[in-house]
């Protein structure tokens, strides 16, 4: 993708107010799970519940208690509610920031992995935000964490075929709506790990904010198993392997050297980068594979201890940081995002 006058006007979030801190949320499982775990599972609680790389997340809930025993259709009907909510939230932020009404909005692309509806969920927000019942809206599932960066492909596309349109992007998880707990690994890490919330992005082809200069994907479906979702009784279970990091780390190094060496640059030319905060570990192997430092990952690391991994939106958490920290002009920055395939998706921006 190439297109130098694409740009990210505005980028906002949204998450539940239900704040879960880390030793809050380890309690609870000890309270009710000590006597259907085993001691390793317990230890491995203990650990990761106290890594110091996280403190609290925001859960579509009002209390623990509710994903003790919640059958499928509650727990459906709980991802209709809140992903709808937080949707809506993200994009009339978004397009308040820059001045822009629903009315305004001539596409609209939603994507998520944490549960499925039908009619999607960008369906919804015709009503929600006072969508002109003429918007174009389209719904994108199965991506993982890193589904923000495809999502924009697709804004990019869309503005190509209609230079004047505003087009919004948005990324919504509730990934506690996939929360199972067993003598698994993969799903005690997950439970300490993920996050809910949602962002938005509004793209537009005139000459205010971030140019949208240019993105790589890079697929490894011979490591799909090693990251996925796994259907059992007909309920969604996080799967990830303890060779993950290492894997995440040589794909998002290839597909980010594809993409600079594209454009003639290295990663020293890069200034900003906002990284997909998909936990301690990848965090690490990531920085290290592709030779980035601590000061480069402030961002990234601020998303995960106070927010945790938002699944596909943690990118846009990421880069509302560098936002906030504020952004010199004429700087390259790029966005990493990585999830389920494996994938990697790496996108190259100017500021």
Not at 255 to 277: E, I, M, N, P, R
């Amino acid at each position: 993708m190439n297109n130098s006058n694409c740009h990210i006007a505005s980028v906002a979030i949204a998450v539940p107010p239900f704040v879960g801190r880390q030793e809050e949320i380890k309690a609870y499982i000890k309270k009710y799970y000590s006597d259907k775990l085993n001691s390793k599972s317990l230890d491995v609680i203990n650990k990761v519940f106290s890594h110091s790389s996280m403190n609290q997340r925001h859960f579509a809930i009002d209390n623990y208690e509710i994903l003790l025993n919640e059958d499928p259709d509650k727990r459906i009907q709980r991802f209709t509610q809140w992903s709808i909510r937080l949707s809506t939230q993200a994009v009339e932020e978004s397009i308040a920031k820059v001045s822009l009404s629903a009315k305004d909005i001539s596409a609209l692309i939603v994507n998520t992995c944490t549960g499925y509806l039908c009619p999607g969920i960008s369906t919804y927000l015709i009503d929600t935000l006072g969508l002109k019942k003429t918007t174009k809206l389209y719904d994108l599932v199965g991506s993982g964490c890193g589904g923000a960066i495809p999502n924009i492909e697709l804004c990019r596309a869309l503005l190509n075929e209609s230079p004047d349109s505003i087009i919004v992007s948005v990324s919504v998880e509730i990934c506690t709506c996939t929360y199972q707990m067993a003598d698994d690994m993969s799903l005690l890490i997950s439970n300490a790990l993920f996050a809910d919330g949602a962002a938005a992005a509004v793209l537009w082809n005139r000459p205010d904010g971030l140019t949208l200069v240019s993105s790589r994907s890079l697929y490894a479906p011979q490591y799909r198993d090693d990251i996925r979702f796994i259907y059992k009784n007909g309920q969604l279970h996080n799967k990830l392997s303890l060779r993950l990091p290492k894997l995440v780390a040589e794909t998002a190094t290839q597909v980010t050297d594809q993409l600079l060496k594209s454009h003639g640059l290295s990663v020293s030319d890069v200034k900003y980068w906002a990284l997909h905060s998909g936990g301690d570990n990848v965090i690490n192997e990531v920085k290290d594979a592709i030779g980035l430092n601590e000061e480069q990952l402030k961002p990234t690391r601020k998303v995960l201890a106070n927010w945790g991994n938002v699944s596909s939106p943690t990118v846009w958490f990421v880069l509302q940081e560098l936002q906030k920290e504020g952004l010199s002009p004429d700087n390259w920055l790029v966005i990493l995002a990585f999830g389920a395939g494996l994938s990697a998706h790496a996108m190259l921006l100017k500021t």
